[in-house]
Structures are given as structure tokens and as C-alpha cells.
């Protein structure tokens, strides 16, 4: 898989690594100490900075000659969604996951868990740019924040001062497809619903509770699937409990 440095950043520094969203530590202290080797490896200088939240800063300083050129900051989650749908499910807080080669050597994906491609092809990329001997660039900056896919903890409690961030370009390493540049979207928007309601039986401890699960569904992402006709399993769940 090309291009190397990349895959191999994703295999053994990324996807090696526990990384759901809000247990982002062990991946944070596993690309510090990715970047420590490097540069015992490489003679490239960085400087790493954290802030409160745990937003992770590196910027690696201009090759000789190209100090003038302008800092460019690249971005990406280290968090994860975890989900699976293995029979005895799958323990991501202790696991990494295991990468599986499609036979038509076209795609990498995960048996029966999430891969994290979202966002650790993001992070692999960042980190390539830090530690590819081979390129010559102004001052980059690549910047690992936490918690996205929960929240977006990391970009609403970002300390831009601590994490030293100043520069004249900012790329989110976050997209699908890698010939595309996004340069506007949508946002989200988080709904809190209350209902009371009172139990029709006599008393609660009556009540027989049943769980109801939707799974198996083909999956995707509601950024870049949602024009597509597949079912979603919170809008199956809503739609059965109103029948009921
Ligand atoms: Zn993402």
C-alpha cells in the first residue's frame, strides 16, 4: 500500500493503539513517543505542546532555505468511534485493531469492528509530514484533537496560545475522498429531548422490560452517506416506538 510511510504510521502507531473517543491518552502518549524516535532517526526538530483538554500541538520548524514560506497547521481527531457487531463484541479499551487487507489489495478495512479510518488515516497523514525526511517545507504544524466524534470537545476547548498555534493555513485532514478539498460544510447540532410520561400499569415493579436492538445494518457516514437510500437505526428505533 502506497504511500508507505503512511500505511505504516496508520498500522503500527495508529490502529495498534486504543483511541475511542474521550480515552484519547494512550494514542496521545504513543505519537509523542513516535515523534522522540523519529527524530533520534531522522535529525528533524519538533516541538510539542498539550493544552488543558489534551489537543495535542507538533510543529516540525522550516528546512533550510524555506523559513520564509508560510506555517501551514494540519488537523485531525485521534479519537475513534468504537463500535462492533463480532458475536462476543471486541475490547477496544484494551485492543487495537486488527487490519485486514481486501483480496483486491484495493482496500484495508477491520473484521466485525470499526477500523478508525476516521480519523487515524487523518492523524497518519499529520504525522508523515512531521517525521518524511525526504521533504523540504516551511514551519508545519499538525494538530491531534480530542474527542470529535463525541462532542467535538477538542475544537470547543481548544487553547489556540498554549498549543502555540499560529499560521497562515489551516487543513482538516477529515474528509472521504483524498482528491477532494472541502472548503465550506454543514455543522451539527445537538438535541436534548425530555418526555414524562406515566406507567399505564399499576405499579413499575409489574412491568416486564424488554431491549430492542437494531443491527446489521450496512453502516456509513451521515457527513458523506447520507444521501444514500440506507436505513439508520435511530430513525428505525424511533419509528418502532411510536407503533408500540
Ligand atoms: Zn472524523
Redesign the pocket.
Known amino acids: 500500500m502506497s504511500p508507505r510511510l503512511v500505511w505504516d504510521i496508520f498500522e503500527n502507531v495508529i490502529a495498534s493503539t486504543p483511541r475511542c473517543s474521550k480515552s484519547e491518552d494512550k494514542i496521545r502518549e504513543k505519537i509523542k513517543k513516535f515523534i522522540k524516535e523519529e527524530e533520534k532517526k531522522n535529525n528533524i526538530s519538533h516541538s510539542i505542546k498539550e493544552d488543558k483538554i489534551g489537543n495535542l500541538s507538533i510543529q516540525r520548524r522550516a528546512t533550510d532555505g524555506y523559513q520564509n514560506y508560510p506555517t501551514i497547521i494540519f488537523q485531525a481527531?485521534m479519537d475513534m468511534v468504537c463500535e462492533t457487531n463480532l458475536q462476543d463484541g471486541f475490547n477496544f479499551k484494551q485492543n487495537g485493531i486488527p487490519l485486514h487487507i481486501q483480496e483486491n489489495e484495493k482496500w484495508v478495512d477491520a473484521i466485525g469492528t470499526t477500523l478508525g479510518a476516521?480519523?487515524g488515516i487523518?492523524v497518519a497523514f499529520a504525522l508523515a509530514l512531521l517525521v518524511d525526511s525526504d521533504l523540504k517545507c516551511g514551519n508545519i504544524i499538525s494538530l491531534f484533537t480530542v474527542n470529535?466524534?463525541d462532542g467535538f470537545d477538542g475544537a470547543n476547548y481548544i487553547e489556540p496560545e498554549k498549543l502555540d498555534l499560529k499560521g497562515k493555513f489551516y487543513v482538516n485532514l477529515?474528509s472521504g475522498p483524498i482528491n477532494q478539498v472541502t472548503i465550506g460544510s454543514v455543522g451539527g447540532r445537538r438535541v436534548y429531548l425530555r418526555k414524562s410520561f406515566e406507567f399505564l400499569a399499576p405499579t413499575p415493579e409489574k412491568l416486564r422490560f424488554y431491549k430492542i436492538k437494531v443491527e446489521g445494518l450496512l453502516g456509513g457516514h451521515s457527513g458523506g452517506d447520507i444521501h444514500l437510500p440506507r436505513a439508520n437505526a435511530n430513525k428505525m428505533i424511533a419509528r418502532l416506538m411510536t407503533v408500540l
Open positions: 481527531h476516521d480519523d487523518g470529535e466524534e477529515d
